[in-house]
């Protein structure tokens, strides 16, 4: 079905810039995967940049790179420990790429690769996996003692087990559904409120600077919104992390 070009969802089409179909796959290269590229690319630039000619007193660069550093450290030693210290680059690695994933998106006629939900699912799921992996790894079948909370009562188990049980596999959808839902809608209201400035500044200036006034307003918010949801994802990893680590 045909969209028009007027229609705020259109910055979400994924388009094709090398198709590529292997048998019955379409394999294409898209906009999407070369946003991919650019956040790694623009993330290695950034650490080696950063580390190359690294000095005791260090400049802009190196600052940036060593404050991205402690913060992330800091998050995982305050919910997880030392001994999930190990986990760091994984850790650090995420919340970079959906940061710059977010922040790429807002540059005009970029792509917001985080307002696909297959995209967030991708790494809620392998996140998911990683962590049951470790905590079975780690504690073999006691690891289920996560789903019997300490304290409850005997005769409530029957009901408290299947929901702790549920709520722990929903969470790749809960987790993904956050950092999509939140970048997809804040982009779709950046659309709709900037396709109001044409009609009405056609017939009064005024109200045409409301929408202007309103747009900017919202991409102030929508920065705060693109970091907030990094730090989000990345700490709700270290909390299921955690448990899967303490049991707790």
Do not use: C
């Amino acid at each position: 079905m045909a969209v028009s070009k007027e229609n705020p969802l259109n910055q979400f089409l994924i388009d094709r810039i090398v198709p590529i179909h292997i048998g019955g796959v379409d394999a294409s290269f898209t906009n999407s995967a070369l946003l991919m590229i650019i956040a790694a690319g623009l993330i290695t630039l950034l650490i080696v940049g950063a580390t190359w000619r690294a000095a005791l007193v260090p400049g802009r660069l190196q600052s940036i790179s060593e404050m991205l550093y402690e913060f992330i450290a800091k998050m995982i030693d305050d919910n997880v420990g030392h001994e999930g210290l190990r986990y760091f680059p994984f850790i650090f690695t995420l919340f970079m790429f959906i940061l710059f994933g977010n922040l790429l998106g807002m540059i005009p006629y970029s792509f917001t690769f985080t307002s696909h939900i297959i995209v967030t699912f991708g790494m809620s799921i392998v996140i998911f996996v990683g962590v049951t992996f470790i905590g079975l790894w780690r504690h073999g079948l006691h690891f289920l003692k996560l789903f019997v909370p300490h304290g409850v009562p005997i005769g409530l188990l029957a009901v408290v087990v299947p929901i702790e049980v549920l709520s722990y596999f929903i969470r790749p959808m809960t987790l993904s559904i956050r950092l999509f839902a939140n970048m997809m809608a804040g982009h779709t209201m950046l659309a709709i409120f900037a396709g109001f400035v044409a009609p009405l500044g056609a017939f009064y200036l005024v109200p045409g600077l409301l929408p202007i006034a309103l747009d900017v307003a919202l991409i102030f918010l929508e920065l705060l919104v693109a970091v907030l949801q990094a730090y989000v994802f990345a700490i709700l990893t270290t909390l299921y992390l955690a448990e899967a680590i303490h049991l707790h």
